[in-house]
C-alpha cells in the first residue's frame, strides 16, 4: 500500500482526454515536494513522461500534462492514442520513508 | 547516447546472497545520483536505493534496510547492489536509474528470482 494513492485503472476511447490523479498527504506532495510521472509500455522499462510537477522531457508530445495543488497531483492525456496504452506512475519524496523517494501504486491506462 | 545496462540478476535460494551491476556510458557518471528501483511480477515499481553522485549518502528503502548495499565505482562507470538474506519477496525485475530530481534514464533491468 504506497502512500500516494492512484486509480488502478482509466479507460478512454481514441481522441478523447482522460486523467490520473495522484492523491498524497502532508509528509510527500503536501509539503511542496515535486511530483514526476512515469510511462511503462508493455513488456518495456519505464520512461521519464513528466518531471518537476509540469515539464515534459524532450520527445514528450504535449498531448501529456501534469498538474498539483495541494496534497494531489494529476496527470491528464489529451487526443487519446491506441499507442498511449501504458501503466503510468507517479512519483515523489516523503519524509516520513528512510529511501524518501515513493511510487504511487500505478494506472493501467486502456484504450478502447 | 546515454545507456545503463544491468547484469548479475539470476536465479538464488533463498538466504543466498547476489550482486547486481549496472554499468553506465554516455554520460559524467560521477555527476549524478543513480537508484535501484524493482518490480516484482505484475505489480507496481518499488523504490529500493539511492546513492549520491560520489558516494557519500545513501538510501534504502525499509523493505530491503540492513540487507541490501548500494555502491558505485566513478572510475568504472559502474552502480552495484549487493544484495544478501534474500527473500521469495525480493523477486523482481531490478532496474538501474540515472538522475538527481527525478529519475530520467532507466535500464532495461534484470530479474532477480529467490526460490528454492
Known amino acids: 500500500q504506497s502512500v500516494l494513492t492512484q486509480p488502478p485503472s482509466v479507460s478512454g476511447a481514441p481522441g478523447q482526454r482522460v486523467t490520473i490523479s495522484c492523491t498524497g498527504g502532508?509528509?510527500?506532495?503536501?509539503?511542496?515536494?515535486?511530483v514526476h510521472w512515469y510511462q511503462q509500455l508493455p513488456a518495456a522499462a519505464p520512461k521519464l513522461l513528466i518531471y518537476?510537477?509540469?515539464n515534459r522531457p524532450s520527445g514528450v508530445p504535449d498531448r501529456f500534462s501534469g498538474s498539483k495543488s495541494g496534497t494531489s497531483a494529476s496527470l491528464v492525456i489529451t487526443g487519446l492514442q491506441a499507442e498511449d496504452e501504458a501503466d503510468y506512475y507517479c512519483q515523489s519524496y516523503d519524509t516520513s520513508l528512510s529511501g524518501w523517494r515513493v511510487f504511487g501504486g500505478g494506472t493501467k491506462l486502456t484504450v478502447l | 547516447e546515454v545507456q545503463l545496462v544491468e547484469s548479475g540478476g539470476g536465479l538464488v535460494q533463498p538466504g543466498g546472497s547476489l550482486r547486481l551491476s549496472c554499468s553506465a556510458s554516455?554520460?559524467?557518471?560521477?555527476?549524478?545520483?543513480m537508484h535501484w528501483v524493482r518490480q516484482a511480477p505484475g505489480k507496481g515499481l518499488e523504490y529500493v536505493s539511492a546513492?549520491?553522485?560520489?558516494?557519500?549518502?545513501?538510501y534504502y528503502a525499509d523493505s530491503v534496510k540492513g540487507r541490501f548495499t548500494i555502491s558505485r565505482d566513478n572510475s568504472k562507470n559502474t552502480l552495484y547492489l549487493q544484495m544478501s538474506s534474500l527473500r521469495a519477496e525480493d523477486t523482481a525485475v531490478y532496474y538501474c536509474?540515472?538522475?538527481?530530481?527525478?529519475?530520467?534514464?532507466w535500464g532495461q533491468g534484470t530479474t532477480v528470482t529467490v526460490s528454492s
Open positions: 546513492i549520491s553522485s560520489n558516494g557519500g549518502s545513501t
Open positions: 554516455g554520460f559524467t557518471f560521477s555527476s549524478y545520483a
Open positions: 502532508s509528509s510527500n506532495i503536501g509539503s511542496g515536494y515535486d
Open positions: 536509474v540515472k538522475g538527481d530530481r527525478n529519475m530520467d534514464v
Open positions: 518537476g510537477n509540469n
